[in-house]
């Protein structure tokens, strides 16, 4: 919000000016206001463990994050170019391999890969797109760039809030947005439609798009059934689904209706039980086979997981070059391979600086965090590394960006991350903006919703 | 619309209105019981027992409270009120983007006033202006459901769900009563308005036959009456119409069936009169509406909701 010698940044001076004739109370009534709006809408997730799922909304706070048109294009074009290269990636590993004949990427790390699926070997998936739905996690440093912390290339979640986040913010700051500028992101259900109905399968021409929900207790329902009421279509669950003959149908009341295209916010060891895990109720029997057809698109492809894997992260650089020659626009965090003699020995050297992380693991678990380890775990770690060098990348410790916050009626900064959402179905949509998280807890640097995380709108606005 | 949907909408609509009939039944005996004589409301508190489809077992001799624990809170049983709300609200859950925000809102608002009454609240006072409030909550949500749903299929399915339990609850309460009503036990002049009062229908019936009160009239004005909403006539006929507005399946020979089904049971009471009825003995009449009313239940559940897949591919 402040450039460094403490003045107002001039994107930020219509949302300063509201902010100081404002008194405290009356940003406080706004708050309300905007949690009772998010209640009403019943607009929250589940938070597991408690009977029957409670429903919690998600924290909104209302300063908006303000990143202006420049900024936009470039990460625009960074995250464009980013999912063009890792589409390209899924499919030549899915088909020839030259990037492994090529030894760019090491065979060993993508065959050994949980999220690796031989399955998808040698299928041709319409228009080659396997990612129809992205939503990258980027973060700032501290000289402002903003770089890739992680590609979420399965089914990811969020945009619900982003649009709701918005409907909400309009509401309350009325005036603000119309002095500021701020570019629309309203048409992402059409656009989201848009995709899938290009990668419907040929001959399909009026196809049939439905939203494949695990159902009410995933804590995602909520923007299942957005989603599905703003695009106008079904959501269905997997026991509403049947496969005869290859082909997938829906159970309606007025009989079984084809189903072309499936948006579907399933995992892909749930999503056929005599494809993938046996033991999935959530799933429809028979759908692999069906899409092996060709006869039904799933979005996003099954087997879009190794895109995202950890230790691949480290190689995307080098992806994006090997296909479209060009270097990255967005940077990735730096990374070090440990497996890479040089990489291992500095890491080695500056052990107590670095972040390690097992490639198997996510969530937290097999991390070292160098500044704040003990002597014992540092050396655990060391031979650990030496041990099974493969098995870890490094990077450097982080300081992620802060944002002004409001947070019972005072001002404070958190940190956050921003998630734009990529569309992929003719050519790549994104829509300016996407979910800012934020760490509500001070200090933290977690922002998942379900460990105190919130979100905060995110405009994008014309300097002019 | 998918067929998960319409079985959700179904139930929940039936869920609904077993709730209000528990209700009205406890609302209506509550107060008589206070009247009678000890072995009076043991055979009072049996009938309304055996009303609700002998939901519990009974050990011993039944009380009034225990009676009223146990349909009001108990979980476990099928046709207590918070079971009842529970399922209901379980179901719209399902389909919470398939009915309108009004709905969920009374819906839900209805479940946390029932899930907050509790137990010291009845042992302090009757539960009257409870058991008031619980129906006055299920008729705003189904005036919410006629004025910001569309009458579309989803709402036929509701019309449906509530018709068929209506049909088979007001059988169900005549059944538990046949004996008396055809002469063969006697029958106190309270128990009869009790059995009007959990109907719906005491003020309906006075404007039709005056103060009069002969067991063959109620029988007639319960079972035959064309435009009271709680008669069994008036509830078939709706149930025939609602599924006439459903979309034609006829290409699997299931709708015709349903729709053979309903027709019959309209024609036999449309075309009956209440001697007619009797004289084969009301028990067995009554037993045969039930038993035709479950095989609709079926025939619904095989041409919707759970039909063979061969039956219905396209062409």
């Known amino acids: 919000m402040f450039d460094p010698q403490g003045g107002v940044r001039s994107h930020y001076a219509p949302l300063f000016e509201m902010l100081e004739d404002s008194p405290a109370a009356e940003l406080r009534r706004a708050k309300q206001e905007s949690d009772l709006i998010f209640l009403n809408q019943g607009i929250t997730f589940t938070v597991y463990g408690r009977e029957e799922g409670t429903e919690r909304i998600f924290p909104h706070d209302l300063l908006p994050r303000i990143i202006t048109r420049r900024e936009w294009s470039l990460i625009e074009s960074g995250l464009i170019q980013r999912i063009t290269a890792l589409n390209l990636f899924l499919r030549d590993i899915y088909h020839e391999g030259r990037i492994l004949d090529d030894g760019v990427v090491p065979r060993a790390l993508v065959y050994t890969c949980k999220y690796f699926r031989r399955q998808m070997k040698g299928l041709h998936v319409p228009k080659g797109v396997y990612i129809a739905v992205t939503g990258t996690d980027l973060i700032r440093d501290l000289d402002g760039r903003f770089m890739v912390l992680e590609d979420n290339l399965r089914v990811p979640s969020g945009v619900s809030y982003m649009l709701t986040g918005r409907q909400v913010m309009k509401r309350i700051f009325p005036k603000v947005f119309r002095q500021s500028g701020v570019l629309p992101i309203e048409d992402y259900p059409q656009a989201l439609l848009q995709s899938l109905n290009a990668l419907a399968p040929e001959g399909r021409d009026e196809p ?124 990735n965090v730096e990374t070090y391979i440990l497996a890479e003699d040089e990489a291992r020995q500095y890491t080695l050297d500056h052990l107590d600086k670095m972040v390690v992380k097992a490639v198997g693991e996510s969530g937290g678990y097999g991390m070292l965090i160098g500044p704040q380890a003990t002597r014992a775990e540092l050396e655990q770690f060391r031979q650990l590394i030496l041990a099974d060098p493969r098995n870890y990348i490094s990077q450097p410790t982080l300081m992620l960006s802060r944002a002004p916050c409001l947070l019972d009626g005072q001002f404070d900064s958190r940190h956050v991350d921003l998630r734009p959402y990529i569309l992929y179905g003719d050519k790549i949509t994104i829509v300016p903006g996407g979910l800012t998280r934020v760490a509500l807890r001070k200090g933290s640097l977690v922002v998942n919703s379900s460990q105190g995380g919130g979100s905060k709108d995110t405009w994008v606005v014309d300097e002019s | 619309m998918l067929s998960r949907v319409a079985d959700s909408l179904y139930w929940m609509a039936r869920y609904l209105e077993r709730a209000e009939q528990t209700t009205r039944l406890l609302d209506a005996n509550i107060q008589l019981m206070l009247e009678q004589k000890p072995d009076a409301v043991q055979r009072q508190l049996s009938r309304i027992h055996l009303s609700l489809g002998a939901p519990f077992r009974i050990e011993g001799s039944l009380s009034v409270p225990a009676l009223e624990h146990a349909l009001i809170f108990d979980a476990k049983v099928h046709s207590s009120i918070i079971s009842c709300v529970m399922a209901a609200r379980e179901n719209a859950r399902q389909v919470r983007e398939q009915i309108s925000s009004e709905m969920w809102s009374e819906l839900n608002g209805l479940y946390h006033f029932v899930k907050r009454y509790e137990a010291e609240d009845l042992e302090q006072q009757l539960p009257l202006e409870f058991l008031t409030e619980v129906r006055r909550n299920i008729s705003l949500f189904k005036g919410e459901t006629d004025a910001t749903m569309s009458h579309g299929e989803e709402w036929w399915f509701l019309q449906i769900g509530r018709h068929i339990e209506r049909a088979v609850n007001t059988s169900t309460m005549l059944k538990v009563h046949a004996a008396e009503l055809s002469g063969e036990a006697d029958i106190e002049h309270l128990e009869l308005l009790a059995l009007l009062r959990s109907c719906n229908a005491f003020e309906a019936y006075l404007k039709r036959y005056t103060a009069e009160f002969s067991a063959e009239l109620i029988v007639e004005f319960l079972l035959l009456n064309p435009q009271h909403p709680h008669s069994i006539l008036f509830s078939v006929r709706r149930l025939a119409d609602s599924l006439a507005a459903l979309p034609d399946v006829s290409s699997r020979g299931q709708r015709s069936r349903v729709e053979r089904l309903a027709g019959r049971l309209v024609a036999t009471l449309s075309y009956s009169s209440v001697e007619e009825l009797m004289s084969g003995g009301l028990h067995s009449a009554l037993e045969n509406v039930i038993r035709q009313c479950a095989q609709l239940h079926a025939g619904i559940h095989q041409a919707y909701i759970d039909y063979p897949i061969e039956a219905s591919l396209p062409a």
Do not use: C, W
């Open chain 1, 208 to 331: 049939t798009i439905v939203l494949l929900t695990p159902g009410v207790y995933n804590s995602a329902y909520f923007e299942h059934t957005f989603l599905a009421r703003q695009m106008g279509i079904e959501l269905v669950e997997g026991r509403d689904l049947i496969v005869h003959d290859n082909i997938v149908y829906m159970r309606t009341t007025s009989g079984l209706t084809r189903v072309d295209v499936i948006y579907r916010r399933i995992d892909d060891d749930f999503i056929d039980p005599l494809a993938f895990r046996h033991d999935s109720i959530l799933g429809v029997p028979g759908l692999f086979n069906a899409y092996r057809a060709g006869n039904v698109t799933l979005a996003n492809a099954i087997g879009t997981g190794i895109a995202d894997d950890k230790a691949l992260y480290a190689y995307v650089p080098r992806i994006i070059k090997y296909y479209l020659g060009e270097e990255p626009v967005l940077p």
